[in-house]
């Protein structure tokens, strides 16, 4: 079991905006910069969005974070076909000394 | 442009050894820290450690447990990951990734599978 909690799975119609939960703890997101990636099955992952809403250079901004407290979200807006991946937070945890992922969360657009 | 190209991976029986290695180019390699991530089948991404630029700190999952040790080679732009008592749960795509800072990963190989089976 994850330490970072986030939903299995999370769905939209094209154009709409999906949001993904992280949930954390005080060690983790609660002290520590939150990173996001996306995850293509056979493929290398992507960063998506690092120090808790910052973008890579290429990164359309269509994706934007948060974070408050223990918890983060990435929100994915004007979803597109190309947007259907595995998309997962992580954060370094004090307690462990080590980089903790979320579960991850497989975005479907219908 | 930032290629990492890993290597070493295949099938091994319970309890052999591995040592995968990632081929870093494109970058100062010796100025990052570099990470080890993998993904078990039918499962999410899980860190199993990383490496600081002059090899000083190491940290680890705790799955390891001894296990496994990450080196690396700022001469070859090299690191590397030997895995010992390697366990049928070990089974996964092992990905080499470069540090960005505050423990965020921004590139990654491709992968290579290893298969702990008999």
């Known amino acids: 079991q994850s330490v970072l909690t986030q939903p299995p799975s999370a769905s939209g119609t094209p154009g709409q905006k999906v949001t993904i939960s992280c949930s954390g703890s005080?060690?983790?997101?609660?002290?520590?910069?939150v990173h996001w990636y996306q995850h293509l099955p056979g493929t290398a992952p992507k960063l998506l969005i690092y120090?808790?809403?910052q973008r890579p250079s290429g990164v359309p901004d269509r994706f934007s974070a948060s974070k408050s407290g223990t918890s983060a979200s990435l929100a994915v807006s004007g979803l597109r076909s190309e947007d259907e991946a595995d998309y997962y937070c992580?954060?370094?945890?004090?307690?462990?000394?080590?980089?903790?992922f979320g579960g991850g969360t497989k975005v479907t657009v219908l | 442009e930032v290629q990492l190209v890993e290597s070493g991976g295949g099938l091994v029986q319970p309890g052999g050894s591995l040592r995968l290695s990632c081929a870093a180019s494109?970058?100062?390699?010796?100025?990052?820290?570099m990470s080890w991530v993998r993904q078990a089948p039918g499962k999410g991404l899980e860190w199993v450690a990383n490496?600081?630029?002059?090899?000083?700190?190491?940290y680890y999952v705790g799955f390891v447990n001894g296990r496994f040790t990450i080196s690396r080679d700022n001469a070859k732009n090299s690191f590397y990951l030997q895995m010992n008592s390697l366990r049928a749960e070990d089974t996964a795509v092992y990905y080499c990734?470069?540090?960005?800072?505050?423990?965020?990963?921004?590139?990654w190989g491709q992968g290579t599978l290893v298969t702990v089976s008999s």
């Open positions: 990734a470069k540090g960005r800072g505050y423990y965020a990963l921004d590139e």
């Open positions: 494109g970058f100062i390699f010796s100025t990052y820290w």
């Open positions: 490496i600081k630029e002059d090899g000083g700190e190491k």
């Open positions: 005080s060690s983790n997101i609660g002290s520590n910069s």
């Open positions: 120090r808790n809403n």
């Open positions: 992580a954060a370094w945890d004090d307690s462990l000394s080590g980089v903790e």
